[in-house]
């Protein structure tokens, strides 16, 4: 069956742009998270959608970061006005997760690679 | 905030060697782990998902354990192949109950031929 899709694939941007990523979670999948990874910093979450919940957005690290999810399937993740240290690779999972304190296994999207300028 | 390290950064091994990955947490409370693999230019793809209340889980030639009391997991891989050559990530979800994970910073795995 389809996995985890994310669009663009690569995404190169000039400083103070804003940027939209997409992710399409697998099909019944309740729970979808973002996460960045970064040169030399690991893997770190961003923030988690569970079913019409409030969203944990703990890990956004500033007010330019937002994200949505659309009719509990597809998330669009904004970054208003790039900075470079924004450039990563974002990454996208979503997990069957029933309910919020369910745990399940998370499938990965291949990521989008931002690269600010 | 969970800490979570990888030793070693990066591992070659001839192929059909028998090797363990170590991954080390500061916080006890945890609710389970994941091994992942990751290979260049993809996402990542889940091995093995390991509950708090277990000790290991075991797919084909992959071994994963979890020691809370001494804040440690191995993924052992046996008779390592060239396909396996990736990078190795372990995560961890705390007990909030949330589902976010803290990953470490990986393991490059290469098996030479």
């Known amino acids: 069956g389809a996995g985890v899709s994310q669009s663009p694939s690569n995404k190169v941007t000039e400083k103070g742009k804003d940027v939209e990523l997409r992710c399409d979670p697998i099909s019944g999948h309740t729970a979808l998270y973002w996460y960045r990874q970064s040169l030399g910093q690991g893997l770190e979450f961003l923030i988690y959608?569970?079913?019409?919940?409030?969203?944990?957005k703990s890990g956004l690290p500033s007010d330019r970061f937002s994200a949505e999810r659309t009719g509990g399937s597809v998330s669009t993740l904004t970054i208003q006005r790039t900075q470079q240290e924004d450039s990563a690779v974002y990454l996208c999972?979503?997990?069957?997760?029933?309910?919020?304190?369910?745990?399940?296994?998370?499938?990965f999207g291949p990521g989008t690679r931002l690269t600010v300028l | 905030k969970q800490e979570v390290t990888q030793i070693p950064a990066a591992l070659s091994v001839p192929e059909g060697e028998n090797l363990v990955l170590n991954c080390s947490f500061t916080?006890?409370?945890?609710?389970?782990l994941q091994w992942f693999r990751q290979d260049p230019g993809k996402g990542l793809t889940s091995l093995l998902l390991?509950?708090?209340?277990?000790r290991e889980q075991t797919s084909g030639r992959l071994n994963a354990s979890l020691d809370k009391s001494s804040g440690r997991s191995t993924l052992y891989i046996a008779a390592s192949q060239p396909g396996d050559s990736a990078t190795y990530l372990c995560a961890f979800a705390d007990q909030t109950g949330a589902n976010n994970l803290f990953f470490g910073t990986g393991t490059r795995l290469t098996v030479i031929p």
């Open positions: 999972a979503s997990s069957l997760a029933l309910s919020s304190t369910s745990t399940d296994t998370q499938y």
């Open positions: 959608f569970q079913g019409n919940s409030a969203p944990d």
């Open positions: 916080d006890s409370a945890i609710y389970n």
């Open positions: 390991i509950q708090s209340s277990q």
